[in-house]
């Protein structure tokens, strides 16, 4: 690791100056769309002005042109919907970026199309490069997870190391388990389990925190390979209309991060989430180089508690419907949880701890309780991140505590497909419970969790409005009480994004003062039928009055 942060810093300090970050037009107007502002108190406007990478008006279409230099670009909206610049507020950029190259399994649907492709993306690499990647669901093709015996026939020479889409279940073949060490006799860390056969064999699927035994071995990137990563994930979220982000990733990323600003690599907005238990370290790394700027952020830590419902290790109070034998796992233990948090507190750091089952839930509730009380009063802003499977008792928790749920929509009408038969119906009314959080009075942030699920904030709105399953069997929505507006979905990736990373007043509304951060999407987003939503495109993304994406470019 030390080896691999040294690359990096003297790859940064080789590429200073190189790069130059473009110019942001002196003045730019939007005209002749809806502008929704995401301001309770003046939500619509006909016109945005920006000049110099900030709003500088917004109202009616002839004040705003006239307050315009006679040399501003003009954008027409064509009669689509203007709104403040996208959040993603959880997603892992580098992983993203690096799986945009990486075999891609998500969309197989047969143990044969898994093989198949791998057998393919095999035939491009040379002998003793790793195969990397995956984002494979077997729930798709019926629920039987992989094994190494279906993919050693085809990567004898290539060790193979591919996550489920969900990144708490991964798949090694037989020459990364002989690389790992990892042989019949392995023992699973606590936090992590190990798949076997009936005989006792490891089948190559590792859960969790015994993803680790395999991945200490499997090369890392270098710096220029994350460079390379950082920049692929920049345009695929800028196509999508992302223009700020909640990255949770480690600090040897951050100082890739660090390089890349100076280098102006950096497109979309960061606010950096490093992990929990290493909370003196970024209390060192403040210090040094403090807590940056609008385009990168610092302050935020990122723990957990349990892992995924669809690799069985979420953590619930009652045992899961299909394994009674089974209630998931704990990846760390409350008391660890609490000890970190109330340290990372105290010093005066932002705390958002991964919760899916509702064991897990409560557990982390539980904890920012007693440390909101044992540290006193402040503007804290704890996260739930996920917050999937909420027992009902504790909805109203997250906003007398002032929790913040941060949900990742797509995930809901992507696991309501398979959902039910793991945690029966009465679990699953409050799954994904958006209606009943807000009407509770919690603060909501919407994200993606990409690598995990795409970064596409337009089908987070679908799947929030409609929840409609990626399988089409619940036209009318999955447990349809738990729908949301599409005001409030906008909300959750604008405004309530912005409060949940300490970055409202410069973004997440279309104010004078804010930062030139919009999205143009080519139709009214309030006018369509709901069940079109995940038709609209976005035409125009500006991050700083500058026109990042152009739709009309990249045909």
Same mark, same amino acid.
Request: proline residues 5%.
């Given at each position: 690791?030390?080896?691999?942060?040294?690359?990096?810093?003297?790859?940064?300090?080789?590429?200073?100056?190189?790069?130059?970050?473009?110019?942001?037009?002196?003045?730019?107007?939007?005209?002749?769309?809806?502008?929704?502002?995401?301001?309770?108190?003046?939500?619509?406007?006909?016109?945005?002005?920006?000049?110099?990478?900030?709003?500088?008006?917004?109202?009616?279409?002839?004040?705003?042109?006239?307050?315009?230099?006679?040399?501003?670009?003009?954008?027409?909206?064509?009669?689509?919907?203007?709104?403040?610049?996208?959040?993603?507020?959880?997603?892992?950029?580098?992983?993203?970026?690096?799986?945009?190259?990486?075999?891609?399994?998500?969309?197989?649907?047969?143990?044969?199309?898994?093989?198949?492709?791998?057998?393919?993306?095999?035939?491009?690499?040379?002998?003793?490069?790793?195969?990397?990647?995956?984002?494979?669901?077997?729930?798709?093709?019926?629920?039987?997870?992989?094994?190494?015996?279906?993919?050693?026939?085809?990567?004898?020479?290539?060790?193979?190391?591919?996550?489920?889409?969900?990144?708490?279940?991964?798949?090694?073949?037989?020459?990364?388990?002989?690389?790992?060490?990892?042989?019949?006799?392995?023992?699973?860390?606590?936090?992590?389990?190990?798949?076997?056969?009936?005989?006792?064999?490891?089948?190559?699927?590792?859960?969790?925190?015994?993803?680790?035994?395999?991945?200490?071995?499997?090369?890392?990137?270098?710096?220029?390979?994350?460079?390379?990563?950082?920049?692929?994930?920049?345009?695929?979220?800028?196509?999508?209309?992302?223009?700020?982000?909640?990255?949770?990733?480690?600090?040897?990323?951050?100082?890739?991060?660090?390089?890349?600003?100076?280098?102006?690599?950096?497109?979309?907005?960061?606010?950096?989430?490093?992990?929990?238990?290493?909370?003196?370290?970024?209390?060192?790394?403040?210090?040094?180089?403090?807590?940056?700027?609008?385009?990168?952020?610092?302050?935020?830590?990122?723990?957990?508690?349990?892992?995924?419902?669809?690799?069985?290790?979420?953590?619930?109070?009652?045992?899961?419907?299909?394994?009674?034998?089974?209630?998931?796992?704990?990846?760390?233990?409350?008391?660890?949880?609490?000890?970190?948090?109330?340290?990372?507190?105290?010093?005066?750091?932002?705390?958002?701890?991964?919760?899916?089952?509702?064991?897990?839930?409560?557990?982390?509730?539980?904890?920012?309780?007693?440390?909101?009380?044992?540290?006193?009063?402040?503007?804290?802003?704890?996260?739930?991140?996920?917050?999937?499977?909420?027992?009902?008792?504790?909805?109203?928790?997250?906003?007398?505590?002032?929790?913040?749920?941060?949900?990742?929509?797509?995930?809901?009408?992507? !696991? +309501?497909?398979?959902? /039910?038969?793991? *945690?029966? #119906? @009465?679990? &699953?009314?409050?799954?994904?419970?958006?209606? $009943?959080?807000?009407?509770?009075?919690?603060?909501?942030?919407?994200?993606?969790?990409?690598?995990?699920?795409?970064?596409?904030?337009?089908?987070?709105?679908?799947?929030?409005?409609?929840?409609?399953?990626?399988?089409?069997?619940?036209? !009318? +929505?999955?447990?349809? /009480?738990?729908? *949301?507006? #599409? @005001?409030? &979905?906008?909300?959750?990736?604008?405004?309530? $994004?912005?409060?949940?990373?300490?970055?409202?007043?410069?973004?997440?509304?279309?104010?004078?003062?804010?930062?030139?951060?919009?999205?143009?999407?080519?139709?009214?987003?309030?006018?369509?039928?709901?069940?079109?939503?995940?038709?609209?495109?976005?035409?125009?993304?500006?991050?700083?009055?500058? #026109?990042?994406?152009?739709?009309?470019?990249?045909?």
């Amino acid at each position: 690791m030390l080896r691999q942060l040294f690359a990096i810093v003297c790859f940064a300090t080789a590429l200073i100056g190189a790069i130059e970050a473009p110019a942001a037009p002196s003045a730019l107007l939007i005209t002749g769309g809806r502008v929704w502002t995401a301001d309770a108190e003046r939500p619509w406007a006909e016109a945005v002005l920006c000049v110099d990478g900030e709003i500088v008006a917004v109202g009616d279409r002839a004040d705003v042109e006239a307050k315009a230099p006679e040399d501003a670009t003009v954008i027409d909206a064509a009669g689509g919907l203007v709104t403040p610049g996208w959040w993603d507020s959880h997603l892992h950029l580098f992983v993203g970026g690096r799986n945009l190259a990486g075999v891609q399994l998500r969309g197989a649907k047969s143990p044969e199309e898994f093989t198949q492709r791998i057998a393919d993306f095999v035939k491009t690499l040379k002998p003793g490069e790793w195969v990397r990647g995956g984002e494979w669901d077997h729930t798709i093709w019926g629920g039987e997870p992989p094994t190494r015996d279906w993919i050693d026939a085809v990567s004898p020479n290539n060790p193979v190391w591919i996550n489920r889409l969900d990144g708490h279940m991964a798949l090694a073949n037989s020459a990364a388990l002989r690389i790992a060490k990892v042989d019949d006799s392995a023992v699973a860390p606590e936090g992590g389990s190990i798949d076997r056969d009936e005989s006792g064999r490891i089948t190559g699927l590792l859960r969790d925190n015994a993803m680790g035994l395999v991945a200490a071995v499997a090369p890392g990137p270098t710096a220029a390979d994350l460079m390379k990563h950082l920049d692929a994930a920049n345009e695929y979220l800028l196509a999508r209309g992302v223009t700020s982000v909640v990255q949770m990733g480690s600090l040897e990323e951050l100082t890739a991060l660090r390089a890349a600003q100076a280098n102006g690599r950096l497109k979309v907005r960061i606010r950096m989430a490093t992990p929990l238990h290493q909370w003196r370290q970024l209390l060192l790394e403040i210090e040094r180089n403090g807590k940056g700027d609008d385009w990168l952020a610092v302050g935020m830590l990122k723990g957990f508690v349990d892992g995924s419902l669809g690799s069985h290790t979420a953590a619930f109070i009652d045992p899961y419907d299909d394994k009674p034998s089974d209630r998931g796992l704990m990846v760390n233990t409350e008391e660890a949880l609490e000890r970190w948090t109330q340290a990372a507190d105290a010093a005066g750091l932002q705390v958002a701890v991964h919760a899916i089952g509702d064991r897990a839930i409560r557990t982390q509730l539980d904890v920012f309780e007693r440390v909101a009380k044992a540290n006193g009063p402040r503007d804290r802003r704890f996260r739930i991140e996920h917050a999937q499977h909420i027992a009902p008792a504790d909805i109203p928790r997250y906003a007398e505590l002032d929790v913040i749920a941060s949900v990742q929509p797509y995930h809901c009408i992507d !696991d +309501g497909r398979w959902t /039910e038969p793991l *945690i029966g #119906v @009465e679990r &699953s009314k409050t799954t994904h419970a958006y209606r $009943s959080l807000l009407d509770a009075g919690a603060r909501m942030a919407f994200g993606s969790d990409w690598y995990v699920a795409p970064a596409t904030p337009i089908e987070g709105i679908y799947g929030a409005v409609t929840r409609r399953t990626l399988d089409d069997k619940n036209p !009318d +929505g999955w447990f349809p /009480e738990q729908k *949301i507006t #599409v @005001e409030e &979905s906008l909300r959750a990736y604008t405004a309530e $994004s912005a409060y949940a990373a300490f970055a409202e007043n410069h973004r997440g509304m279309l104010q004078p003062g804010m930062a030139a951060d919009l999205v143009v999407v080519d139709r009214d987003l309030f006018a369509v039928a709901p069940e079109t939503l995940n038709q609209a495109q976005v035409r125009y993304t500006i991050v700083d009055g500058r #026109v990042a994406y152009d739709a009309s470019n990249s045909q």
